[in-house]
């Protein structure tokens, strides 16, 4: 298996998910490692004989080759990309730039390894998506399911967009065995500071302002990241190919209501804290440009068809989140580096 952007948040998740399960895979990981990409995340795995770590981007065709080639890769789990909403608002280029023209080179070479293989059956290309291609929806509008049309509001959904309409061709031109999941927000381990999960954590730890963009009254579908690396688990093994599959956690949440749980899960876990109670901290913010209003996946697909369902609430999720937080400051500490303060003042200065 080759998995790209593996280093990242929900691709170190899924890399330690299916080592786990499944310890005679080979698994490659293709990471850029730029800011987001960390090599800590896959540290307990550098020594085993099956895993192996690529520092390379999925722009670089003649890189992809050799990969698919020398390592006979059968199964792509396509994760890398430019993820964060905010930093596509300061510079769209970027986005464009892996999320689109990188998904093509990727799922070029393997049209052109699966050809030169005579098609085999069992061969998948896994394109992970975002629910934010469906648009933003009102507080009545029914949830988002594999048939809603395409809206999306941001550089980053437009970039994710453009990239499943790729994986999307590429079956219904050539026949290339992909499959695509549109999933809603995850949260748990190695989620990067910049996130509202992670941020809000690592603020109430430092006693530094929660900063709340517009009223708070935006609502997301919260789902814990390992619930998702075991969808796309079950997609891979059972999913058929030209098929597309919402993942969601049928968890809505407002944002306040969400950072107000975390202030009382930390108030409670963690022995001392700089302001408590947190909520003090709670700052209201100027709001996101074209701020989505709610998202909310409808999963009876991938339920119904091949049995998935999220297994953790989200009150267990985030008391595990936050004592992951709590107990992994040598993780999160140097990622608060001069280029995330930087990033940090320009989103946050009103
Ligand atoms: P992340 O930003 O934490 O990680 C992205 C990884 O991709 C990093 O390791 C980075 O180094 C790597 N990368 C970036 N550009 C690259 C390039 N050109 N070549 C090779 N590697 C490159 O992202 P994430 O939150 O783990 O998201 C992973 C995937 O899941 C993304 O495709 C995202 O759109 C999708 N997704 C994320 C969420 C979420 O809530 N985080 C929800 C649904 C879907
Ligand atoms: O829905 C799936 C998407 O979820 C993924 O495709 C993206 O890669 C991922 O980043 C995430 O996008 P969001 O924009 O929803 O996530 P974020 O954590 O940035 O923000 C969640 C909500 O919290 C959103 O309504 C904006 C708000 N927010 C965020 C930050 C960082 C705040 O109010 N304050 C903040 O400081």
Partial sequence: MLVTGG?????????????????????VVLDALTYAGNRQNLATLEDKDHFRFVQGDICDGALIKKLLQEEEINTVAHFAAESHVDRSI?????????????SFTLLDAFRQHWNDHSSPPDYRFLHVSTDEVYGSLSADDPAFTETTPYAPNSPYSASKAGSD??????????????????????????????????????????????????DGQ?????????????????????????????????????????????????DELAPHLPVKPSQELIT?????????????????????????????????????????????????????????????????AS
């Fill in 165 to 214: 309409h790729l994986a999307r061709a590429y079956y219904h031109t050539y026949n290339v065995p992909t499959i695509i999941t549109n999933c809603s927000n995850n949260y748990g381990p190695y989620h990067y500071p910049e996130k509202l999960i992670p941020l809000m954590c690592i603020n109430i730890l430092l006693g530094k302002p929660l900063p709340v963009y517009g």
């Fill in 218 to 266: 935006n609502v997301r579908d919260w789902l814990y990241v390992l619930d998702h690396c075991r969808a796309l688990d079950t997609v891979i093994h059972q999913g058929k190919p030209g098929e597309t599959y919402n993942i969601g956690g049928n968890n809505e949440v407002k944002n306040i209501d969400l950072v107000k749980m975390l202030c009382r899960i930390m």
């Fill in 90 to 102: 300061l510079g769209p280029g970027a986005f464009i730039q892996t999320n689109v023209v990188g």
């Fill in 284 to 348: 209201f913010v100027k709001d996101r440009p074209g701020h989505d209003r709610r998202y909310a996946i409808d999963a009876t697909k991938i339920q119904t068809e091949l049995g998935w369902a999220p297994l953790v609430t989200v009150e267990e999720g985030l008391r595990q989140t936050v004592g992951w937080f709590l107990t992994h400051r040598s993780w999160w500490e140097p990622l608060l580096s001069e280029e995330y303060q930087s990033y940090y003042r320009q989103v946050y």
């Fill in 7 to 27: 280093a990242g948040f929900i691709g170190s998740n899924f890399v330690h998910h299916w080592c786990h399960a499944y310890p005679e895979d080979r698994v």
